[in-house]
Structures are given as C-alpha cells and as structure tokens.
C-alpha cells in the first residue's frame, strides 16, 4: 500500500466543504494539535501534540486539580489540588499546592494545609506566575500570593503560620496605630536648630518579604511643644504682636512603632511629614527583631530621601475581597467579576468635649483643641488587611459638638479642650472588622490671633504684620469725601483678650465687625469692651480673626485608633489637637495656631 503524507502547513480548519474537496494544508477536524502562535514565520502552523502521560501524584486520596498554570521559561508545572466536595461548601478535607519540574521529574509539595480552603465547587478562575510569585484567585478565598522558592527551600514556612492568611494574601497587614511618642526633649548637645520652624508628623510603614510595603500608619500628633520655656510678645513696631520666642523647642524625639510577628514582616521606615505639605520622607529604617517593637530617635536631622507622592492618598490595597478572573496586564496585577467593599453598619455612638488632664498629651504640653468650632467625629473600620469603610457617622445624630470659649492658664481645665468618643454597643461593630480609626471634620479652617494694644475706646492700633491681617478692603468703592480720613474693611473678629482678662461670656464674646481703617494712622475702629460688657480704651489686646470656612467636606485623621476587639466601654480620649495653649497672663490665655504667632507655618494638618 502506498504511504499516504499529508501536511497542514496552511494551519486553517475549513467545515465549510466536503471532505473529499478540503484543499491540502487545510482540515475540517483537529485533536492533540497546537497552533502555533509565535511571532515568527511558523506563526499559524499545526503540530501534534503528545498525549497525556501520569508522571507524579499529589498523594492526597480522592483529590481533584482545580487549577493549574505552566512556568514555560522554567519549565515548572503548579498545580493545586483537594479532596473538598463536601455539600455544605465548609472546609474540610486535604488542600495542597505542588510543583512538577519538568526537567527533573520531580513533584514538591509546596504547601499542604487545612488552610487553604479550598473547594471541588470553587475551581481555581484565574492563575499566573510573575518572577518566583505565583497569584491566584478561586472566588472563594481573599486573592492569594507565595513566593515558590521561599516554599521549595522551606515547605513549612508557610504552613506553620497561625493563619496562613497572613503571609499568602494579595492584600498586605496594614498598621492600624501611630508612632507611639516616648519622649519629645530638647538636648544641649545638639546643635542643629532644624526643628525651630516646623511642625512634623511622623508614620511608619513596613516592609514584607519580597520587597512589598504596607500602607502609610496613622501619623503621631504634631511634634511641637515649648517645654516650658517662657514666651514674650514683641513690641518693636515692626513686628508688634509676634511672639518671637514662640518655635518649637524640641530637637529629639524617641518613637517606639510595633512590629507584630507572623505577617512576614522583614524592616520598617519611619516616615516624616512637615505641616503643610504632602512630601513624605523616610528618616530611617531599621531591620525586625524578635521584639515586638522597634525604637527610633531623631535628632532634628533634615531628611533627604523622598517617598512617591501617591503614598500619601495609598489608603489601602485596591485588593478586591474575593474575585472570579485574574490576569497581568502592563505590569499590574488585574481582577474582573469581584466583590469588593462592606455592607456599612448602623453604629451608634456620642462626642462629648472634655478638659480633664487625663485627655491631655502628657509628652507635647498645651496641645488643645480650639474653641469657638464645630467638631464632628467619625469612624472608618478596616478589615486585617486595610479594606477600609466609609466614614461612618453616629446613628443616634450625637457626633457633632461646639466648643464654647472659656477662661483659664494654659494648664487648666477651663482652657484645654479635648474630644471624647463613647461607643453605645460595640456588638453593633460588624465581625469583619479588625481596627477602627476615629476622624474629625472641622470647616472652620484659617484665622490670625492680632495682638495688639487699644487706642482709645473701639479704637485698636495695626503694628506689624497687623497690617495684612486686618487688612482695607481694596474692592469697596471709595467715596472721594471720605477716602483721605478712613478706609473699608470687610474683617471680623472674635475678642479674646481685653482688660487683662478672657473674653468669653456671650454677648460679650461674640464675632464683631472691623468697621473701618482711619486714615492715615492705619487704627482700627472696633469694639472694644470686656467680660462684663464694660467699655475698654486701653491695654494690650487680643482679637482672633473669623475663621475660613471651607466647603470641603473632608474628614482629618487622627492619631486614635486601634483593635475593634480592644474598644473599652468606657470613653476614648480622642488624639486630636489643633492649636498651642499659652498663658497670656496669670489666670489667662490664648490659642495659638502659628509659630511665632505670625502669617506663617499653621498648625492644623
């Protein structure tokens, strides 16, 4: 019989004609082929595939693979399987991943565990390998990730974990607390006057296996104190009013910043923030130890060593809860068809204003909340992974509290202010979260304390930088009669201090108009009377100027937070301050949003 060849090098399926018409190097059928797919000139081409050969068994009896992918570059098989059909879809039975090495005919089994949850009814729908990391996603289970050395050289690094979500997880741990601040000194030794005009936060973030960073810790509070050095107000005409003693007189702080064990966690960077600006850098970083934290000291060092800017808005990991498709595109990793998000809860809780001590931060003296605002407190929850909630509000209404004024030393209970949080129930937290972060919002923004001294009754001198801040209006319409003697002013103003004591009682205390300039003195007329309502007409003054309120509705975070499971059901001393107090005179006192109490430098944010 002659030997019959024929070959398909035209690579095409054609079901359209008879088989005794099928034009050669084109076919109706194909079983065990491969169409080439490559950019050369075999693109298209049809070759035979070998059939199926058992080369190594998973050991686990009655196991079914539901997922596999081929590592061609280094001719690696990984495959995942499990002996799960149970009815009821919980977990039980045996799940493993393994490697087959072609190469070597070897299998590895990379990891074995209860763990792993996995299901027959839940098959793997979206596999890749990057590098030595292998991602996956079944739809079932939070998206995953290993890396295959670390688990071929040690098969029970991963396995060994109290739970092995927390070193698999797509989604890294996220810190949930701020620096803790264990003292904040002024050390004769150091030289350096870096920290004299800036306000600084510090964070942290880690850094896992495989060079991966967590998310940006809630930031410490502002790092400004006066240490009880003594302040004086300046009375050179040039610069009358300002505070020139008024700078930060701390130059090293010591933090202490956890580092919990079984998340793979490998260093940590603490991270600086200046007041004012969304630059952060890393001061330094320091390797994990078998202790649970990690110290830090700075020493009024100006840092150089940038972070991305997209760190500062990087919230959390876009990790979505559980997915059906997964795939790499352009170098990132994608998910389609997921669940992503929490149902939001009804949570109830009220906002008080407190001035006991215990509310203070003991390590950065006078820090207050100011008075004369509007606060409303929030939550955000987060699950372990920092898939983070809404703000949510009380839902009894009772998150929102004014701060009147008051009277008082800097060190009083009258004069500081704080906020409290109380939860009503905590059972109303829902169980997938694991932390909770407490926000403020405040619209009340900008203002300048203008110190000064008073003329004559409502009559109050502009030295200084007075000047810009109680500024003419220069889009009023003049007349001509009147423009040599006085000017427009479209300021106004809060009285603070008069007659050598706070103003704070209403009427007395309420925001009042600048009602014009005089011409050409530059004098203020404005009213001017004390606590009792009484006429002054000289004296030093303090005046605040009406705050800008700002339409944006953004909620600020605050250094409190912390484990759902831990919420006391007593009240939380919310960390939250946003101006200095400072004893103007005895049984008095100021709030001060400025160094140097000049146009510079805002305390807030």
């Known amino acids: 019989m002659p030997e019959i060849k024929r070959t398909f090098n035209v690579g095409k399926m054609n079901r359209d004609l008879d088989d005794r018409i099928v034009p050669a190097g084109e076919y109706r059928e194909g079983f065990n082929i491969n169409i080439g797919q490559s950019e050369s000139s075999d693109v298209g081409a049809v070759e035979n595939l070998l059939g199926n050969e058992l080369v190594a068994q998973s050991g686990l009896v009655n196991g079914k693979c539901i997922g ?10 990984y495959f995942l399987v499990t002996t799960n059909s149970i009815y009821n879809e919980t977990n039980s039975g045996q799940h493993g991943l393994f490697e087959y090495d072609q190469k070597t005919k070897q299998l590895t089994s990379l990891i ?3 763990q792993l949850n ?14 030595d990391l292998l991602f996956w996603t079944d739809n079932r289970n939070y998206p995953r990730k290993i890396n295959v050395v670390t688990a071929r050289n040690n098969t029970s690094y991963y396995t060994a974990a109290g739970d092995i979500d927390n070193l698999i997880s797509v989604a890294k741990f996220t810190p949930y607390e701020s620096p803790t601040i264990v003292a904040a000194t002024r050390e004769a030794n150091i030289s350096s006057t870096f920290m004299e005009d800036k306000l600084i936060r510090f964070s942290y973030r880690w850094q896992f296996e495989d060079s991966e960073y967590s998310v940006l810790a809630p930031f410490s509070p502002i790092l400004f104190s006066r240490l009880n050095e003594t302040d004086t107000i300046s009375t050179s005409l040039s610069n009358f009013g300002e505070i020139e003693t008024f700078v930060n007189a701390i130059n090293q702080v010591q933090l202490q910043i956890p580092t919990p064990t079984g998340y793979g966690i490998t260093s940590v960077e603490l991270i600086y923030k200046e007041s004012g600006s969304g630059t952060l850098y890393v001061v330094d970083d320091q390797e994990v130890t078998t202790e649970p934290f990690v110290n830090f000291t700075y020493s009024s060092t100006d840092p150089f060593r940038t972070l991305p800017g997209d760190q500062l808005t990087r919230v959390y990991d876009a990790v979505p809860i559980k997915a059906k498709a997964q795939e790499v595109a352009g170098g990132r990793l994608v998910y389609g068809n997921f669940l992503q998000n929490f149902d939001i809860p009804n949570i109830a809780f009220s906002v008080e204003r407190t001035g006991e001590t215990s509310a ?8 207050s909340v100011k008075s004369r605002r509007t606060y409303q407190v929030g939550i955000v929850l987060a699950d372990k992974f920092g898939r983070q909630s809404p703000v949510i509000l009380s839902s009894s209404g009772t998150d929102t509290v004014f701060i009147d004024p008051n009277t ?3 060190t009083s209970t009258t004069a500081f202010n704080a906020l409290r949080i109380v939860f009503a129930d905590t059972t109303q937290i829902p169980t997938w979260a694991y932390s909770y972060r407490v926000v403020v919002k405040q619209r009340e923004q900008e203002y300048y304390n203008w110190i000064s001294t008073i003329d004559a009754a409502n009559t109050v001198n502009r030295f200084g ?3 810009n801040k109680i500024p003419r209006d220069q889009t009023a319409a003049i007349p001509p009669s009147t423009s040599a003697t006085i000017s427009p002013c479209n300021v106004s103003v809060y009285p603070k201090y008069l007659a050598g004591g706070n103003i704070y009682t209403s009427p007395y205390s309420a925001l009042t108009s600048v009602q014009s300039i005089s011409n050409p003195s530059g004098d203020a007329t404005v009213t001017t009377i004390d606590n009792s309502g009484n006429a002054v007409s000289t004296g030093l003054c303090v005046f605040e100027t009406e705050p800008i309120s700002s339409e944006l509705d953004i909620f600020f975070e605050t250094s409190t937070g912390g484990l759902v499971s ?7 001393d919310i960390e939250f301050f946003n101006c200095i107090l400072l004893t103007f005179t005895a049984g008095n006192h100021i709030e001060i949003n400025r160094i140097k109490a000049g146009l510079i430098n805002r305390f807030l944010m």
């Open 68 to 77: 596999q992918v081929a590592d061609t570059g280094n001719e690696k098989i």
């Open 112 to 114: 074995v565990s209860t």
């Open 118 to 131: 996995l299901h027959q009814n839940y098959p793997i729908t979206g596999i890749n390998i990057v590098d």
């Open 360 to 367: 203070r931060n003991n390590t950065l003296t006078n820090q």
């Open 408 to 410: 008082g030393n800097a």
């Open 465 to 467: 930088d007075s000047i």
């Open 566 to 572: 831990e919420i006391p059901a007593t009240a939380i």
